[in-house]
């Protein structure tokens, strides 16, 4: 017995030996266009973490408001074991639905100096030409980062995807335009910094992934809320074109949106003021630090502490400017000249409480709920009551929500149709109903952003009390959807229930959640949205 208690005894040394040395094996480092870095082993020791590689010099300086610049190279050999400052905006903090794990990490501080990417790879993955995804963060361009816990990229890689989440300008630092800096610029352009950051974040990925095992003839962009509308805009600009294969905007639509063009972006900014803490415009003469920022030079603009910033009224968002964006998506879509690639694009349930009406739903009333229909819908107000009819204010109330929630999928399926006018590529839709488990998961619903985790397979140990079996196998599913996609352009495959492409014609989503199965909206309701949106949207 004490033969075989000190047999036992050498086995798990040998084991505890082998570990410590697996861990503690000497890290290449890697050759990139501006330098060698070196990366660290993530918790999955078969995975190497890059984080804070710059991609772009930093815009500061004379800098500020202009494309982004390369990075100067540097000596040596860079440690990227930490995430790289936020970019800048207002202080950070959990609020509503959105606890700490999708919050950006707020150690890390806010700087100017932001442009930078992170990179999870399988440590064998050298010589190898896996499919790439560039994700973009959301935050209504004027928040977030690619610090967010959620985003983290360990367990797609494990599945044979390298994954790069990238930080670009917001704010006022990334979309301010203004006549000044359109009169400078070679182009005759301004405002949509922040799109040129993703822009240069695509070509530092196609001129360096190959280095880290990525195929730089495979990758996908993908984005959530106004990550997603960046895709949308990415989907549309030639300067993107050949930077990407594949595009997965999530909890966006941009079909029936107008966007902003340049000479209102530019007034905007002409008359921008610095506001007091509560966004109320500061107008007194006599103290410059407090005036109409907009009337300004260039140079005394730019001269502006960072800080201070932030304190200026500016409506941040891209521009159609004829270069970035040479239009409105639904134009393009129906000249043919959009960047054709297969695109997998859906919402959350709870989405409509962003986009919709539904969040007014708890004190409609019959009356109300019928006025509102003839001023939204018009001539199509009565189609719109018999596809979605109440008797009394309870039904009012539930049938706004349904309509609301059923417009985010209508939406979806414009995107489809109009994407299929002149484009050959396949779209694939979907419609997230699962709701994560947590202190507040029935007040909040699959709430927006709550895709995200299931789709990179990430479960926050913040919730470590809440995740159940089913969580984890709604992730592994949706997670190999993502991963089969980026791979090949169809969800498809690992024996995962069938996900049918988007057909001409069809009002059916994939329902993502407690069911995995094609959704189809009922044929009175179907032929009221389609008669509604073709009359829109002139299709």
């Known amino acids: 017995m004490k033969k075989i208690f000190i047999l036992l005894l050498l086995v798990c040394l040998l084991l505890l030996s082998c570990s410590?040395?697996?861990?503690?094996?000497?890290?290449?480092?890697?050759?990139?266009?501006?330098?060698?870095?070196?990366?660290?082993?993530?918790?999955?020791?078969?995975?190497?973490?890059?984080?804070?590689i710059p991609y772009a010099a930093p815009p500061v300086g004379n800098l500020r408001w202009k494309p982004p610049v390369p990075v100067t190279p540097w000596d040596g050999v860079r440690l990227c074991?930490?995430?790289?400052?936020?970019?800048?905006?207002?202080?950070?903090?959990?609020?509503?639905?959105?606890?700490?794990?999708?919050?950006?990490?707020?150690?890390?501080?806010?700087s100017e100096?932001?442009?930078?990417?992170?990179?999870?790879?399988?440590?064998?993955?050298?010589?190898?030409?896996?499919?790439?995804?560039?994700?973009?963060?959301?935050?209504?361009?004027t928040s977030g980062g690619s610090s967010c816990e959620v985003y983290d990229g360990e367990s797609l890689a494990g599945k044979g995807v390298v994954v790069v989440t990238v930080n670009y300008r917001l704010g006022i630092f990334g979309f301010f335009a203004h006549p000044a800096l359109s009169a400078e610029s070679e182009h005759n352009v301004s405002g949509n910094y922040g799109i040129l950051d993703m822009i240069a974040a695509l070509k530092w990925v196609k001129n360096n992934i190959a280095e880290f095992g990525g195929d730089p003839d495979n990758i996908t962009i993908q984005g959530q809320s106004a990550g997603a509308s960046a895709v949308n805009v990415l989907l549309l600009s030639p300067l993107a074109k050949g930077l990407f294969h594949r595009a997965v905007p999530q909890s966006f639509s941009q079909i029936s949106r107008k966007m902003a063009v340049l000479s209102e972006m530019e007034a905007a900014g002409k008359n921008s003021a610095v506001t007091d803490n509560n966004g109320t415009p500061m107008d007194r003469s006599d103290d410059r630090t407090v005036m109409s920022f907009g009337s300004r030079s260039l140079e005394e603009m730019r001269a502006v502490k960072a800080e201070d910033l932030l304190n200026v009224a500016y409506p941040a968002s891209p521009n159609v400017d004829g270069y970035v964006?040479?239009?409105?998506?639904?134009?393009?879509?129906?000249?043919?000249k959009q960047n054709d690639v297969p695109?997998?694009?859906?919402?959350?349930?709870?989405?409509?409480?962003?986009?919709?009406?539904?969040?007014?739903?708890?004190?409609?009333?019959?009356?109300?709920?019928?006025?509102?229909?003839?001023e939204k819908y018009g001539e199509f107000a009565?189609?719109?009551?018999?596809?979605?009819?109440?008797?009394?204010n309870g039904e009012a109330a539930q049938k706004l929500r349904e309509s609301a929630e059923d417009e985010l999928n209508v939406l979806s399926c414009f995107f489809a149709i109009a994407r299929a006018l002149k484009g050959t590529s396949s779209t694939y839709?979907?419609?997230?109903?699962?709701?994560?488990?947590?202190?507040?998961?029935k007040a909040h619903g699959a709430f927006h952003t709550s895709d995200v985790p299931y789709f990179l397979n990430y479960f926050s140990p913040l919730r470590k009390d809440?995740?159940?079996?089913?969580?984890?196998?709604?992730?592994?599913?949706?997670?190999?959807?993502?991963?089969?996609?980026?791979?090949?352009?169809?969800?498809?495959?690992?024996?995962?229930?069938?996900?049918?492409?988007?057909?001409?014609?069809?009002?059916?989503?994939m329902e993502l959640g407690d069911t995995f199965a094609p959704a189809a909206m009922k044929k009175e309701k179907a032929d009221f949205w389609k008669a509604y949106y073709n009359d829109k949207l002139g299709l």
Not at 20 to 40: F, I, L, Q, W, Y
Not at 129 to 136: D, L, Q, S
Not at 429 to 441: I, K, N
């Open 20 to 52: 410590e040395s697996h861990t503690s094996m000497p890290v290449k480092s890697v050759n990139t266009e501006s330098g060698r870095v070196k990366g660290v082993p993530g918790r999955n020791v078969s995975v190497m973490v890059y984080k804070g």
């Open 81 to 110: 074991d930490k995430f790289g400052s936020n970019a800048m905006q207002a202080p950070q903090a959990p609020f509503m639905m959105w606890s700490k794990e999708f919050i950006v990490d707020t150690s890390l501080g806010y």
């Open 113 to 141: 100096d932001c442009l930078t990417l992170n990179l999870w790879t399988q440590k064998d993955s050298s010589s190898a030409k896996k499919p790439v995804v560039v994700f973009i963060h959301g935050g209504a361009y």
């Open 325 to 336: 964006i040479p239009s409105d998506m639904l134009e393009i879509l129906k000249s043919g």
């Open 343 to 374: 695109v997998l694009t859906g919402m959350v349930e709870a989405d409509a409480m962003l986009f919709g009406g539904r969040s007014g739903a708890g004190q409609l009333t019959l009356d109300k709920y019928k006025k509102s229909a003839q």
């Open 382 to 392: 009565g189609a719109y009551l018999k596809a979605y009819p109440a008797e009394n």
């Open 429 to 441: 839709l979907y419609y997230f109903t699962h709701v994560m488990p947590g202190p507040d998961s």
């Open 466 to 509: 809440y995740w159940s079996k089913q969580d984890y196998e709604t992730g592994g599913i949706m997670s190999d959807y993502l991963a089969d996609f980026i791979k090949t352009g169809n969800p498809n495959g690992r024996n995962l229930p069938e996900w049918p492409v988007w057909k001409d014609g069809e009002m059916q989503v």
